[in-house]
């Protein structure tokens, strides 16, 4: 994808890697083709003749990554959220996303996912929609028209959900699933499908093993949920009683590995040795949603832990489980519930610290999309322009002091631009 040529100049924060934040005061990010040529203290000669995007005093940093977010469930975000899991997919999830089946319903609100996606800090985003195929592909069509660049699933499931939304069996649930396929082929440069079986209690046997085999057949990513609730983990044991573990079941069909373009795997809060070595082993990313598995009262994810295996995780939103599709608040809300697990759960994994949360949200999802979310050479050209002049007092902050008030405190209304992959959405 050829982006554009540009210099962007300000306040340059960015991840080293999980340990170190970068402040570069006054600096030059260079962008050539829609790709970074990397940050520098004086413009290089070289550069001299290109245009400059001047944002002297406001803070710019790397486009950040939801790496799991349910589109549909946007439109009935913070509500419903005193149940659990099962009962608030019974009560609140699945009858709105059987609304989807109405195109003018599904146009209506994703329209109103998209915008607020577009505007706010979040660059990329893997993304859930339902089953319906018509109303995915009106969502890729408003996600591609956005400019964010995107992973869409169209949802299978063939079990256990009210008739309205339930796909009536796995045969029907592979040829929509190979229609979609087909039709959206070369049709987008910013949004991919990837494969979406909603969990393993959703989709019986026939249809994992056949999303299995057009996994294969088509090259594909894959996205679901895993060990997010105990209810939830208990009845995958009884669904699948030869499974060695939740994750097991979906490895069995070919659905949990990192080959043929990854495997995101939401919440992981429950994940026993057996299920983390397995991630690890197959290079599993792990998309961790603290204020989702807070509202849903699932728990607290080991989060420290899985950084420590060196698993790959990144952050998620999952609205509407979560109710910020912003990506700073899932940095804030990862710290926060981080403490009170080291607090109250387990004193041997320290809480994370704001460099790792920052780099989860950035370069930890980005590596599911490639190189992507630092401005070193070579990394697509995904920024976002901060406006913090809200929050400036009577002393000076450094820039990485600024970062971490950012997280706490900025809100969608104070990104003032954003650049993905060299494109300007705005500002
Ligand atoms: N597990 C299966 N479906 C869902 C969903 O829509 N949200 C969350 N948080 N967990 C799920
Ligand atoms: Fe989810």
């Not at 710290?335 to 697990?341: A, D, E, P, Y």
Request: charged share 25%; proline share 4%.
């Amino acid at each position: 994808m050829n982006g554009q040529t540009f210099v962007l100049k300000g306040d340059l924060c960015y991840s080293i890697d999980r340990y170190t934040t970068a402040g570069v005061p006054d600096g030059w990010l260079v962008c050539v083709d829609g790709v970074w040529e990397g940050v520098f203290r004086a413009l290089p000669e070289r550069y001299a003749g290109l245009p400059v995007l001047d944002y002297t005093g406001k803070l710019v940093i790397p486009g950040l990554v939801d790496l799991h977010v349910h589109a549909p469930q946007y439109t009935f975000r913070g509500l419903g959220l005193d149940l659990e899991l099962l009962d608030w997919l019974d009560q609140r999830a699945f009858p709105e996303e059987a609304r989807y089946a109405d195109e003018d319903y599904a146009a209506a609100a994703y329209r109103r996912f998209v915008e607020e996606m577009r505007r706010g800090p979040n660059s990329r985003a893997c993304v859930f929609a339902t089953r319906h195929v018509p109303a995915t592909e009106e969502l890729m069509d408003q996600l591609e028209a956005s400019g964010l660049i995107t992973m869409v699933g169209k949802v299978n499931m063939d079990r256990n959900a009210p008739e309205a939304l339930r796909e009536s069996s796995a045969a029907g649930s592979l040829r929509d699933t190979a229609a979609w396929l087909e039709e959206t082929r070369g049709k987008y440069r910013r949004t991919r499908p990837i494969l979406t079986p909603r969990f393993i209690p959703s989709c019986t046997d026939e249809l994992l093993s056949g999303l299995g085999e057009l996994r294969r057949a088509w090259e594909l990513p894959v996205q679901s949920h895993l060990s997010e609730n105990r209810g939830e983990v208990e009845w995958v044991q009884q669904l699948c009683p030869w499974s060695s573990c939740y994750g097991d079941a979906y490895d069995h069909f070919g659905l949990f590995g990192g080959a043929l373009g990854g495997t995101i795997m939401a919440h992981c809060v429950l994940s026993g040795e057996e299920e983390i070595a397995r991630m690890k082993e197959r290079d599993v990313t792990v998309a961790h949603c603290p204020q989702s598995n807070t509202n849903l009262a699932s728990g607290i994810a080991p989060v420290r832990r899985y950084l420590e295996e060196g698993l790959s995780v990144g952050l998620g939103s999952d609205v509407a489980g979560g109710n910020h599709l912003s990506i700073l608040r899932a940095m804030a809300d990862a710290i926060q519930v981080s403490k009170l697990r080291w607090r109250l759960q387990d004193e041997s994994l320290r809480p994370l610290t704001i460099p790792e949360a920052f780099w989860m949200g950035t370069l930890g999802g980005g590596a599911f999309f490639g190189k992507v979310g630092t401005f070193r050479e070579g990394y697509e050209a995904d920024a976002v322009v901060l406006d913090d002049s809200r929050l400036a007092g009577p002393r000076e902050f450094s820039i990485t002091e600024r970062l971490e008030r950012a997280i706490y405190l900025l809100e969608e209304r104070d990104v003032a631009a954003k650049f993905v992959a060299g494109t300007r959405l705005f500002g």
